[in-house]
């Protein structure tokens, strides 16, 4: 099949895509295609200790590991490396395919459920020198931005009331007649009722003017930067508006009962999103997947999710980030949007997804990374080393990928092939976090190889198996009637958007794949 030009793929697959039981064949043998190509969990191991114990089948605090750890000597030093990543000629590459949108929806995403322990929620008495090795992840799909990480946060981010008219809703405030969450803050100060969330990370560099936009999000990333709370944002008011008709089709429910039903429904419809708008954007595949439950019903790699350190680091995507983003019609340089939602504020939503969808992402690989962002690169290598991970070699062996023979098997680009092997003694040697992101893009997909197949495994077998989608969960009476009527009027975010701004979206592009972008 793939000897056949791209647009001859395409045609045959929407023959197959128009006859119902033809396509969830299909759908069904990519997905198991792509997920089976590493064993299913529960991971023998975890980043704690290098032999299987109870604690390391049970303790989800510390991160899951693919392959066990190969502590490696004369590594090279990470800080000589950071060349590999750092700009050719201070130049941008673009990326053909992909807008602002798509590292935003990643980013959010990521944010919510691969959650690498940050330094202001270590546990009590844990040794501060292996957060990195542990997570704050709950490791279910749980739109906990949103709704927040524990039951306390939750239901400090509620309206609460048994009033008609406001059951089941999340807390809100109306600015310039559009609906955000609350502010976090008050003379500078965070709201009491609110001192029971996450602090936002990298508060530490705010000002006043800053700390005076951030919203009360259950997320502490929620607040980085103006297109994550754009989203969370467009996810409190998709909330409120199921929890009305919710409410309008039920009085009798209590304010829990309503907040529930909605919540059940917006983290669906949140990871129908997943599969049938971002994953559908990185496939090069020539049919669109859809987020069918049935498909992890039965299947043998359905168990319990646990996010692994390799995952963690695997979505480092800063180079997919351009210099500067557009905001009301205007760029703005990306560093004066960092924890500030003005923006955001200032646009509404439908301008700030119309901004972020006529912005053009850059391309994720090697040499280029802006200067600011290298100390990040540089700290995920060190992390990897952390973690004594295996070679990038060894996990293309685990992804049934071909392992490198040489340098160039690695990069097609001669200038990084050959500063590889400067760095290393052989292919085998390169460490994961660097030959992720020094292969090549694969063509029609914004990722390179190992990191399209990495992101598409755990995409599937962490979205398909949420409790929400088991076989005797995934019923109307679990939604209701207007929540399963929005999961299945829901495939991408335009359809979450066009529900939630005045007057709809109307004819505004709002997209992860650029109208330009013609295949490959």
């Given at each position: 099949?793939?000897?056949?030009p791209?647009?001859?793929?395409?045609?045959?697959?929407?023959?197959?895509?128009?006859?119902?039981?033809?396509?969830?064949?299909?759908?069904?043998w990519a997905?198991?295609?792509?997920?089976?190509?590493?064993?299913p969990?529960?991971?023998?191991?975890?980043t704690e200790?290098?032999?299987?114990w109870?604690?390391?089948?049970?303790d989800?605090?510390?991160?899951?590991?693919?392959?066990?750890?190969?502590?490696?000597?004369?590594a090279?030093?990470?800080?000589?490396?950071?060349?590999?990543?750092?700009?050719?000629?201070?130049?941008?590459?673009?990326?053909?395919?992909?807008?602002c949108?798509f590292?935003a929806?990643?980013?959010?995403?990521?944010?919510?459920?691969?959650?690498?322990?940050?330094?202001?929620?270590?546990?009590v008495?844990?040794?501060?020198?292996?957060?990195?090795?542990?997570?704050?992840?709950?490791?279910?799909i749980?739109?906990?931005?949103?709704?927040?990480?524990?039951?306390?946060?939750?239901?400090?981010?509620?309206?609460?009331?048994?009033?008609?008219?406001?059951?089941?809703r999340?807390?809100?405030?109306?600015?310039?007649?559009?609906?955000?969450?609350?502010?976090?803050?008050?003379?500078?100060?965070?709201?009491?009722?609110?001192?029971?969330?996450?602090?936002?990370?990298?508060?530490?560099?705010?000002?006043?003017?800053?700390?005076?936009?951030?919203?009360?999000?259950?997320?502490?990333?929620?607040n980085?930067?103006?297109?994550?709370?754009?989203l969370n944002?467009?996810?409190?008011?998709?909330h409120?508006r199921?929890?009305?008709?919710?409410?309008?089709?039920?009085?009798a429910?209590?304010?829990?009962?309503?907040f529930?039903?909605a919540?059940n429904?917006v983290?669906?419809?949140?990871?129908?999103?997943?599969?049938?708008?971002y994953?559908?954007?990185?496939?090069?595949?020539?049919?669109?997947?859809?987020a069918?439950?049935?498909?992890?019903?039965?299947?043998v790699?359905?168990?319990?999710?646990w996010?692994?350190?390799?995952?963690?680091?695997?979505?480092?995507?800063?180079?997919?980030?351009?210099?500067?983003?557009?905001?009301?019609g205007q760029?703005?340089?990306?560093?004066?949007?960092f924890?500030?939602?003005?923006?955001?504020?200032?646009?509404g939503?439908?301008?700030?997804?119309?901004?972020?969808?006529?912005?053009?992402?850059?391309?994720?690989?090697?040499?280029?990374?802006?200067?600011?962002?290298?100390?990040?690169?540089?700290?995920?290598?060190?992390?990897?080393?952390?973690?004594?991970?295996?070679?990038?070699?060894?996990?293309?062996?685990?992804?049934?990928?071909?392992?490198p023979?040489n340098?160039e098997?690695?990069?097609?680009?001669p200038?990084?092939?050959?500063?590889?092997?400067?760095?290393?003694?052989?292919?085998?040697?390169?460490?994961?976090?660097?030959?992720?992101?020094?292969?090549?893009?694969?063509?029609?997909?914004?990722?390179?190889?190992?990191?399209l197949?990495?992101?598409a495994?755990?995409?599937?077998?962490?979205?398909?198996?949420?409790?929400l989608?088991?076989?005797?969960?995934?019923?109307?009476?679990?939604?209701?009637?207007?929540?399963?009527?929005a999961i299945n009027?829901?495939?991408?975010?335009?359809d979450?958007?066009?529900?939630?701004?005045?007057?709809?979206?109307?004819?505004?592009?709002?997209g992860?794949?650029?109208?330009?972008?013609?295949?490959?």
């Amino acid at each position: 099949m793939s000897i056949l030009p791209y647009s001859v793929q395409r045609a045959l697959f929407a023959v197959i895509e128009a006859i119902p039981p033809a396509a969830a064949l299909a759908n069904r043998w990519a997905i198991n295609r792509v997920v089976n190509r590493a064993r299913p969990r529960p991971h023998p191991l975890n980043t704690e200790r290098d032999y299987v114990w109870w604690g390391g089948l049970t303790d989800r605090r510390w991160s899951g590991r693919h392959l066990p750890p190969r502590p490696r000597d004369n590594a090279p030093d990470p800080k000589a490396l950071a060349d590999l990543f750092r700009r050719k000629d201070g130049a941008q590459r673009m990326c053909p395919k992909s807008t602002c949108l798509f590292p935003a929806f990643a980013q959010y995403l990521t944010d919510g459920f691969i959650r690498t322990e940050s330094e202001d929620l270590l546990p009590v008495g844990s040794d501060p020198t292996h957060r990195l090795k542990r997570n704050t992840s709950n490791h279910d799909i749980d739109l906990c931005p949103l709704y927040g990480r524990t039951r306390e946060q939750t239901l400090a981010l509620r309206h609460r009331s048994e009033t008609g008219g406001q059951k089941g809703r999340l807390a809100s405030q109306l600015i310039d007649g559009e609906e955000y969450a609350p502010f976090l803050y008050e003379d500078d100060k965070v709201k009491p009722h609110f001192d029971v969330l996450d602090p936002p990370l990298g508060l530490s560099k705010t000002t006043a003017e800053q700390r005076a936009t951030l919203f009360a999000f259950g997320g502490d990333r929620a607040n980085s930067v103006p297109q994550v709370a754009m989203l969370n944002t467009l996810f409190l008011r998709e909330h409120n508006r199921l929890a009305a008709e919710i409410e309008a089709d039920h009085p009798a429910w209590d304010d829990d009962r309503v907040f529930e039903t909605a919540r059940n429904s917006v983290i669906v419809m949140f990871i129908k999103i997943i599969v049938e708008d971002y994953i559908n954007h990185i496939s090069p595949l020539p049919f669109n997947l859809r987020a069918d439950p049935s498909v992890a019903w039965n299947a043998v790699w359905n168990k319990p999710n646990w996010i692994t350190t390799e995952f963690s680091l695997l979505y480092r995507w800063h180079a997919l980030i351009p210099d500067a983003l557009t905001w009301g019609g205007q760029a703005r340089p990306v560093a004066s949007t960092f924890m500030n939602n003005a923006p955001l504020i200032e646009n509404g939503l439908l301008s700030a997804f119309a901004g972020i969808s006529a912005t053009q992402a850059a391309e994720l690989g090697p040499r280029n990374t802006a200067e600011p962002l290298l100390h990040i690169e540089v700290a995920s290598i060190e992390q990897d080393r952390d973690c004594a991970l295996a070679s990038f070699s060894d996990y293309c062996d685990y992804m049934s990928q071909r392992r490198p023979v040489n340098f160039e098997a690695i990069s097609s680009d001669p200038d990084v092939a050959g500063m590889l092997r400067n760095a290393y003694d052989r292919p085998r040697d390169v460490d994961f976090h660097v030959g992720l992101f020094c292969e090549d893009r694969v063509p029609n997909s914004p990722l390179p190889n190992l990191v399209l197949k990495f992101v598409a495994l755990d995409a599937f077998s962490q979205a398909l198996t949420n409790p929400l989608l088991s076989r005797h969960v995934f019923k109307q009476s679990t939604f209701s009637g207007p929540g399963w009527r929005a999961i299945n009027r829901t495939q991408t975010l335009r359809d979450v958007v066009d529900r939630n701004v005045d007057g709809g979206a109307g004819d505004t592009f709002i997209g992860m794949t650029r109208p330009e972008w013609r295949p490959e």
